[in-house]
């Protein structure tokens, strides 16, 4: 599933081929993905130029002079660049004309999302998708002190609170996984039993871990200028995460799993407490 690294490299990879850039046609082959997609979303984005690429979230916002196109990327979703008269593949459910290039929507289980917004309503349109958000990881006032200011009142497990997003956004499994082996936290520790000390260690993981994703990424946009389709989804080098009974790299003890609400947490037992 594609997580807030893997969006911001998917973004960071289109703005060289859409900023500035026009949509000469566009085409959409199904009517919905997780919602319905506006039926005139070829006519209304037609002739547009592609003015900013943003990121909220897990949602890009594609800006152009005719208005806003909100992207998800869902469970499997993936926005590429592509030749001009690359044949189709199963799952592309919509091609973008733009410039010299092909932007292409695939998306096998189709629960991403493709929102359309005229220029005067893009706050209407897309302000439900972001009103239960915490702040983004790499905000300016997201440190310890936020952290803890927002955790240390609440009874649960750190893990799933962080995995929640209603504090900040983008700690997805993985890296939630990952950011706590860092900063030495048990994931079922109760969040208000947790030192404002070591929530700001693990502010730093946070964004450590993101960071390291992103750039690693990035270090992959080469494939995308010859149109491999590799889009920006990489596997960082897991401390924890997948490696059940495997050595910890700090001390040797064997990684443990458990199940937290529906997801799988790896942890050392030595290393965090
Ligand atoms: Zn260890």
Not at 153 to 167: M, V, W, Y
Not at 243 to 249: F, G, I, T
């Amino acid at each position: 599933m594609p997580e807030l690294p893997e969006v911001e490299v998917t973004r960071l990879s289109l703005l060289p081929y859409l900023i500035n850039h026009k949509v000469d046609r566009a085409t959409i082959l199904i009517p919905k993905l997780r919602y319905p997609i506006d039926a005139q979303l070829s006519k209304k984005i037609q002739g547009a130029t592609i003015t900013a690429i943003n990121r909220r979230s897990k949602y890009l916002i594609i800006n152009t002079t005719q208005g806003s196109l909100m992207v998800h990327l869902g469970m499997t979703g993936t926005l590429t660049i592509k030749p001009p008269n690359t044949p189709l593949t199963k799952h592309d459910h919509a091609y973008f004309s733009v410039g010299s290039h092909r932007l292409v929507y695939n998306d096998p289980r189709r629960f991403g999302a493709l929102i359309w917004a005229n220029p005067d309503d893009e706050e209407s349109c897309f302000l439900p998708f972001f009103k239960k958000l915490g702040i983004e990881p790499f905000d300016p006032s997201f440190d310890g002190n936020y952290l803890w200011h927002h955790a240390h009142t609440r009874g649960q497990a750190i893990k799933p609170l962080l995995l929640g997003g209603e504090i900040v956004v983008g700690i997805g499994n993985i890296y939630a996984s990952e950011a706590l082996f860092k900063a030495g936290i048990l994931p079922q520790r109760s969040a208000k039993r947790i030192s404002k000390q070591r929530y700001h260690t693990l502010a730093h993981t946070i964004q450590n871990t993101l960071h390291h994703a992103i750039e690693l990424g990035g270090s992959t946009l080469k494939d995308f200028q010859h149109g491999t389709e590799k889009n920006g989804y990489f596997q960082i080098h897991h401390q924890v995460y997948d490696r059940e009974h495997e050595p910890c790299y700090r001390c040797h003890t064997p990684i443990k799993r458990i199940r937290q609400g529906q997801r799988s947490t790896f942890y050392c037992p030595h290393c965090q407490h």
